[in-house]
């Protein structure tokens, strides 16, 4: 079946420190991959994405690449924020599917 | 342009009731989807809906739970004879279109969740 494994949470670290959440994949098709971000009190949004292989989605300073060889889509950014404690969400969706298929979460805390 | 809208946030509900979740999505999507948080762990699809047909219904518990998305009006989901075990997050996500395609167009836009809790 498809299946995404995250890096077990939580991860706390201090501001400016180097970030990464590892993301691990199973699929039966071709997936899409996602990271979303949960801000307290809010709902998911999309942080970035990658639809083929050796793709790189980045934004806000994020950056994950989508490597096949090792199903991983790991994300990481190098210099993190205070604003950026929140849940991250890896997921995939199979090319042709509706339905996300999420990780359990690792919620960040960056201290000051 | 307004996000997905989701009502109530927050609701309580006692074993036996009936819990309605309510969810209207952007100006433009046909499609909704509802997914579930159970306490620390993911998000788990329920439902797929365009409007006043279910598409995929093939995460949604056999017993007491329905999905519409009527012509007119939002998607709603429905939980009837609650349980403990119903509590939990309920995320709406709609999209203009479906089938999981490369464009954007696919992409799934979330509403804030409804936080059921069943005492």
């Known amino acids: 079946g498809n299946s995404v494994t995250q890096m077990e949470g939580p991860v706390t670290l201090s501001e400016e420190a180097f970030l990464t959440i590892n993301c691990t994949y199973t699929a039966t098709g071709y997936p899409s991959l996602f990271w979303y971000v949960q801000y307290p009190g809010e709902g998911l949004q999309l942080l970035l994405k990658?639809?083929?292989?050796?793709d790189k989605g980045s934004n806000k300073g994020f950056e994950a690449t989508y490597r096949k060889e090792t199903t991983s889509f790991h994300l990481e950014k190098g210099s993190v924020q205070v604003s950026d404690s929140a849940v991250y969400f890896c997921?995939?969706?199979?090319?042709?599917?509706?339905?996300?298929?999420f990780g359990q979460g690792t919620r960040l805390t960056i201290n000051p | 342009n307004a996000g997905v809208m989701q009502n109530p946030r927050h609701l309580v509900r006692r074993r036996g009731q009936e819990a309605r979740l309510r969810c209207s999505p952007m100006k433009g999507h046909s499609h909704v989807y509802w997914y579930r948080q159970l306490p620390e762990e993911g998000l788990k699809f329920m439902v797929y809906?365009?409007?006043?047909?279910?598409?995929?219904e093939s995460g949604m518990p056999k017993e007491r739970f329905s999905a519409e998305f009527p012509k007119e009006g939002p998607s709603i989901l429905r939980i009837q004879q609650v349980v403990r075990g119903d509590s939990a997050a309920y995320f709406c996500?709609?999209?203009?279109?479906?089938?999981?395609?490369?464009?954007?167009?696919?992409?799934?836009?979330f509403g804030p969740g409804t936080r059921l809790t069943v005492t």
């Open positions: 990658a639809t083929k292989a050796d």
């Open positions: 997921a995939l969706i199979i090319q042709g599917a509706q339905k996300l298929v």
């Open positions: 996500a709609s999209s203009p279109r479906g089938g999981g395609g490369l464009q954007s167009s696919y992409e799934q836009y």
């Open positions: 809906l365009q409007k006043e047909n279910i598409i995929d």
